[in-house]
């Protein structure tokens, strides 16, 4: 369990995506397990409603799924909020790999998965949300300091301009 999470803002967020409800149900057992939120989807439209609102950080999708495919989602799981996306895939081919991989999926796991592997992938994209925070935060301190800087930059030039005239 990942006990020095302590807001659910830090807490990652992993949406799993499957067609087949008990693989949907044995995932995010085992993600709540481990500690993480989970979210779940049973298609492709549903999970672009679940992640307007749920905010992933990890998209675990099946490929092969009626009506819209995995590779679907994750062509259009774009912008700079996107999700890591991991595909979660009985069809286990180099074919399939790289078509995940062209649609956007940054990650090829086969089913069913290993859970250790699966859960050391959740661990390391909870450090990278981690990282990120602390960027982001680094980040707006940084343009806080510029924005006082121009201030003072700008004050120095009006007091010029009074000195001079």
Sequence with gaps: MLS????????LRV???DDCRDNCATLSMLVKLWGYRCGIA????????????????????DIAMPEVTGLELARR??????PIMVAHSGLATEAHRRSATEAGFDLYI????????????????????????RIAAAI???????????????GIRAELKRGAG
């Design 77 to 82: 799981m774009n912008g700079d909020a996107r």
């Design 140 to 154: 707006d301190r940084g343009e806080r300091c510029v924005g006082a800087c121009r201030e003072l930059i700008t």
């Design 42 to 61: 049973n298609g492709v439209e549903k999970a672009l409603v679940v992640a307007g609102t749920f905010a992933p950080d990890v998209v675990i999708c």
């Design 15 to 17: 949406l799993v995506v």
């Design 110 to 133: 086969i089913k069913p998965v290993d859970p250790s592997d699966l859960r050391g992938i959740l661990q390391h994209a909870s450090e990278l949300k981690g990282t990120n925070r």
């Design 4 to 11: 020095n999470l302590d807001t659910d803002d830090a807490q």
